[in-house]
């Protein structure tokens, strides 16, 4: 019993520290889009519904609300830079 470890609690800060950290600023619920801003950079960005994945508890766009804490990837194109996935946690 005493040899046993709780990997859980590891697990889910190495699930954690595979995004980049934000907060969901705006929904635009009609259009499926909005914005989130990066916890690092204070750079805003901005999301579509079917260009973006959502992951986790809430998976889609119409579940997202203002303020929630995030974990995102982006990507790159020649249009800018587009959030391409919003990792939802607990």
Do not use: C, H, K
């Not at 699930?15 to 204070?42: D, E, K, N, W």
Request: glycine share 16%; charged share 25%.
């Amino acid at each position: 019993m005493g040899d046993e470890q709780d990997t859980g609690g590891a697990a889910y800060l190495d699930l954690r520290a595979r995004y980049y950290r934000g907060v969901i600023t705006r929904v635009f619920y009609g259009s499926g889009s909005g914005t989130l801003r990066s916890q690092t950079t204070g750079r805003e960005y901005r999301f579509r519904a079917g260009l973006v994945d959502v992951v986790g508890p809430v998976p889609r766009v119409g579940g997202l609300r203002e303020g929630m804490e995030v974990g995102f990837d982006l990507a790159r194109s020649s249009n800018g830079t587009w959030v391409s996935l919003i990792r939802v946690f607990d």
